[in-house]
């Protein structure tokens, strides 16, 4: 319906491209909609963002990149973790990390940025600076019990507990039960 009523915004192509690419995996529609939205207008970050998901899925790797430097130049602080973690995507794993260390150095508050600095330890095998990133975390989010649970469950038995742990918990919580956890959730945990 908002393309009917004006074809000529940017945000209308960018919410298609991402439809396209999350929900339809049709990466090429996705690549036509996002191309359509950079035309209309080249300084809008999130289509660039997107379009880096977009390149990571086509395994344009440095496509990828550029165009997340891109979008994280016009808005730094739209996404800052978005450079981190898409160095991760690409299995960069050191300048993943390095970006991601910066970034909490600067904005300490972002607990998303950190969540993606403990996968970042956690791909690439630091498993103890995992754990303690994940772990405050939690605590930032102001759940102190599960990150004191989920610390009990990896100094039992590192990544195997704590995944254990976390399906158990899942399923003993009627509440949780009650919301969906897709496969992909359950299998990275």
Do not use: C
């Not at 808005?75 to 978005?82: E, M």
């Not at 508050?109 to 791909?123: F, K």
């Not at 103890?128 to 405050?136: D, G």
Request: without cysteine; aromatic residues 12%.
């Amino acid at each position: 319906k908002a393309l009917e009523l004006d074809d000529s915004l940017a945000e209308t192509h960018n919410s298609l491209g991402a439809l396209h690419l999350f929900y339809d995996w049709d990466w090429k529609k996705a690549d036509e909609e996002t191309q359509r939205a950079v035309q209309l207008d080249p300084g809008f970050a999130e289509v660039h963002h997107l379009r880096s998901y977009l390149m990571i899925a086509l395994n344009r790797p440095e496509e990828a990149l550029k165009e997340q430097r891109l979008a994280s130049r016009m808005d730094p602080f739209g996404r800052p973790f978005a450079l981190g973690y898409v160095l991760m995507r690409l299995h960069r794993y050191d300048a993943a990390i390095q970006e991601l260390q910066r970034r909490k150095k600067d904005l300490p508050q972002d607990a998303t940025g950190r969540y993606v600095l403990a996968e970042a330890y956690d791909y690439k095998g630091m498993k103890e600076e995992s754990a303690k990133e994940f772990e405050e975390v939690f605590l930032q989010l102001g759940d102190k019990k599960f990150a004191t649970e989920f610390r009990k469950a990896f100094d039992k038995g590192g990544d195997k507990a704590v995944a254990e742990w976390r399906i158990h918990r899942h399923q003993a919580d009627p509440e949780a039960r009650k919301q969906y956890l897709s496969p992909l959730q359950m299998a990275h945990w």
